[in-house]
């Protein structure tokens, strides 16, 4: 690990240079709920369910989420073992470094930092968007552009952010733990009331399950898992992390594949098999919140338009955290530079690297605001870039697992885990063709504008790959360093 060499002056801010490293105490159950925010369970449920329903296999959807739990599972398990063989931060930067070599794994965190960037660009508009239709449309109020209400969420997500992790961690946990309780009393009381027509298991028969677009159903599936593997991005901020970090991610994998592929199949009998497809197709961004107040009433349907605002902020303080700890960790490796890796002495959080983040927020989010672009052309657009630069991270993090697992040469060889990320790396790949081959629909966008997209997503990879290239012939001492090596 780097260290910078400049003293503070008697009176300066409180901070201090990356050798004291970051700070917090977060256990198991923080843990998860800090990456199970990042997943957004309101968001889901209110806005994902019934897209992926209507562009993915239908009814089928359920099963999909599933199947793609088991997809997660096993690369976990490769994640998991490579953990704790590999004891060191800087997440999926660090795993392909040591898996692939420095200059794939250097290409790999500037495409984690891109995709995380982009979660977090995405969840402003929804949100804004979120917040614009409850003040107007449901409460009757003025109607305030979103991107004001973006603001707000700004100006809480860089303040949290900049201050220690447990911190954030609270925060989160109370909104997710409302968000969850809303999400079972409405599962609950659609079977208590037997949905439209009693349940029936169409979702499950295979006829259904490859009808559709079982490829989108797919993406949308893996997609659906994006933030499980950001439990070793906290590895500094966490207790014992040895056994906190493999049961926080087990334990996400695992609530992410139940919740989910229950209250999907809920709300498809909540409608009826035969009648949700065309209830989607006519009102798909409405279609959730209509179920949930027809099935637990009018307080529960202000509570979920709440909650879905504050899902999304939520998610925006998660995304911010995970995005400045890649700039924090390229930091200290000295890929960017030095003084990102600087921690604050009091709070112990990467709080220059936050402000950057902060800084690359505004930068990101006013082009399309002057521009005059809906927000929720925003967030389809952005949120389809996450989606691909996930699917690409997860793929190359797979076989980065395989490779380290298989050539352990400490004598802790573990094949078993080895063999189930190779599983997940082929499947993986079908998920990248697939996704790469469904672009258009990924980001809703058309022509030239996804090639762009497209251009810039492999552009990234391409620069860290240049750049390792080039430090490695003429700056080998940050070569050495690339994938948090301790050197010297």
């Known amino acids: 690990m780097t260290h910078s060499s400049s003293v503070s002056p008697p009176g300066a801010v409180a901070e201090n240079s990356s050798q004291h490293g970051l700070k917090g105490s977060i256990g198991v159950f923080s843990l998860v709920f800090t990456v199970l925010a990042y997943n957004g369970p309101m ?26 739990g088991v997809v997660a599972a096993l690369f976990a398990a490769g994640l998991v073992a490579m953990g704790l063989r590999l004891p060191k931060p800087g997440g999926f930067y660090a795993y392909v470094s040591a898996g692939l070599g420095k200059i794939p794994g250097l290409g790999t965190g500037f495409v984690a930092m891109i995709g995380y960037y982009a979660a977090n660009i995405s ?16 409460l009757k109020g003025p109607d305030i552009p979103w991107w004001v209400y973006a603001i707000v969420f700004f100006a809480a997500a860089s303040i ?27 599962d609950v009381s659609v079977l208590v009331r037997g949905g439209a027509h009693g349940f029936g298991l169409q979702s499950f028969q295979p006829h259904y399950l490859f009808s559709g677009s079982i490829g989108i159903g797919f993406i949308f599936g893996i997609g659906l898992y994006g933030g499980f593997e950001a439990t070793i991005i906290f590895r500094d901020e966490v207790k014992n992390p040895g056994k ?27 409608y009826g098999p035969e009648a949700v497809m065309g209830i989607v197709a006519k009102n798909v961004s409405g279609a959730s919140i209509a179920s949930v107040q027809h099935y637990t009433g009018t307080v529960a349907y202000y509570a979920a338009s709440i909650m879905l605002i504050t899902s999304c902020f939520a998610l925006i303080l998660a995304s911010h955290n995970i995005t400045a700890r890649y700039l924090y960790n390229l930091s200290a490796d000295g890929v960017l530079p030095r003084s990102l890796s600087r921690v604050h002495r009091k709070h112990g959080s990467p709080h220059r690297a936050s402000v950057i983040m902060s800084i690359a927020c505004v930068v990101g989010l006013v082009p399309w605001i002057v521009a005059k672009v809906g927000g929720a052309s925003i967030y389809a657009t952005v949120v389809g870039t996450y989606s691909y630069c996930l699917v690409m991270l997860l793929t190359i993090s797979s076989l ?25 790396f082929v499947l993986l790949v079908t998920a990248l063709v697939l996704s790469t081959l469904n672009f258009t629909v990924l980001t809703g966008t058309t022509g030239w504008l996804s090639y762009v997209i497209l251009g810039v997503v492999y552009g990234v990879v391409a620069i860290g790959v240049v750049m390792a290239a080039i430090y490695r012939k003429r700056r080998p001492d940050v070569y050495a360093r690339i994938g948090r090596e301790e050197v010297g």
């Open 43 to 68: 968001v889901v449920f209110l806005g994902f369910i019934p897209v992926a329903i209507l562009l993915g296999n239908g009814i089928g959807i359920p099963v999909m989420f599933l199947a793609c």
């Open 123 to 138: 969840t402003y508009p929804l949100g804004g968007v979120a917040a614009q239709t409850l003040v107007h449309d449901v």
């Open 160 to 186: 949290l952010g900049y201050l220690n992790i447990n911190f954030s961690a609270k925060v989160l946990t109370v909104f997710l733990a409302f968000e969850l309780l809303l999400m079972v009393i409405y």
């Open 244 to 270: 906190t970090i493999p049961r926080a991610t087990y334990a996400v994998v695992a609530i992410l594949a139940i919740v989910y592929s229950a209250t999907a199949w809920i709300f498809i009998n909540a």
């Open 400 to 424: 980065a697992i395989v490779v380290y697992l298989l050539r352990d040469k400490t004598g802790k060889r573990a094949v078993g885990p080895a063999a189930c990320a190779a599983i997940a």
